[in-house]
């Protein structure tokens, strides 16, 4: 992605972000402190999506050998490594705002599924003081862990539709309703989605959820498209693997739970402006009509 592209985006963004989020702390009567800075907080948003999309793998080798050097003449007040990191905390609440404006639109096939986010090794997590209170414990396939969930919505073009974060031991289901608020058509989930007053709640609200079956389960019927597209429900989980591992939302050097959420939050940000994302090619067309 281009530098001046991304940077434009932002900052018209922020532009019309700072004027009702200023009005808004003036009508509560928030007492927000003011430091004088030399970098403006969507220059910060930017380097942040940038680096989510290089090649570097931790936030300091990115600043000090590839924006301090590279970029120096695009940010000509450009403060120390410290200062930056102090900065990001600005702008967690506006990379919140952005990630939401950035989210895609429902053609009535969506995916639903929740991925770990471990903020500390299994053998250090009892003495992790950073996220004390915050992260909790729960356990998956692969085992126990320590750390959050990313709960994600998503169409069959790989666009995010809702996103919401949680302690690790949060049920999925209970979250469901309220990422669905605006959605139509057909949720598409694995097991731990089976639930019958999950199921009647979203059949209420016009969308039918359509999920995997335990081994226990008396067969049911099931439309030829619902099980062809059911199929592909491993399809969110290259979604996740593609935030992980290329947008590198997932690690435990985190050294301040603020900067825990903007790290997350700026790589939901960088997916969703990429050209290219999984997708399953299955949109409707005028020539083919696919039975909802």
């Not at 639903?112 to 729960?138: I, M, N």
């Not at 049920?171 to 139509?184: A, C």
């Amino acid at each position: 992605m281009d530098l001046t592209e991304i940077f434009c985006h932002v900052d018209d963004f922020y532009q019309a972000f700072e004027k009702d989020w200023t009005d808004y702390v003036e009508e509560m009567e928030f007492s927000v402190a003011k430091r004088k800075r030399k970098m403006h907080t969507s220059e910060v948003m930017t380097v942040l999506v940038m680096f989510h999309q290089s090649r570097y793998r931790d936030l300091k080798g990115f600043y000090l050998r590839h924006v301090c050097v590279a970029w120096a003449s695009c940010f000509p007040n450009l403060p120390s490594y410290q200062r930056f990191v102090e900065l990001q905390k600005e702008a967690m609440i506006p990379m919140y705002f952005l990630a939401h404006s950035l989210l895609g639109e429902c053609s009535g096939i969506s995916f639903v599924d929740s991925t770990k986010l471990v903020v500390s090794y299994v053998k250090r997590a009892k003495s992790h003081k950073t996220f004390a209170g915050l992260a909790s414990w729960s356990k998956d396939s692969v085992g126990w862990f320590f750390g959050f969930k990313l709960h994600l919505v998503v169409n069959d073009i790989g666009e995010l539709l809702a996103f919401r974060i949680t302690k690790a031991n949060v049920d999925d289901r209970s979250l469901v309703p309220d990422m669905m608020h605006g959605l139509f058509g057909r949720l598409y989930g694995d097991r731990g989605y089976i639930s019958q007053d999950l199921f009647e709640d979203l059949y209420a609200k016009g969308i039918s959820l359509v999920t995997t079956m335990r081994k226990n389960m008396k067969p049911r019927l099931m439309t030829l498209f619902d099980s062809l597209v059911l199929g592909k429900r491993v399809f969110i989980e290259t979604v996740n693997e593609h935030l992980k591992h290329v947008c590198q939302i997932d690690h435990t050097r985190h050294r301040s739970p603020y900067n825990f959420f903007v790290n997350l939050l700026s790589g939901l940000v960088c997916y969703s402006m990429m050209p290219e994302k999984p997708s399953l090619n299955i949109r409707v067309t005028e020539q083919k009509c696919l039975p909802f």
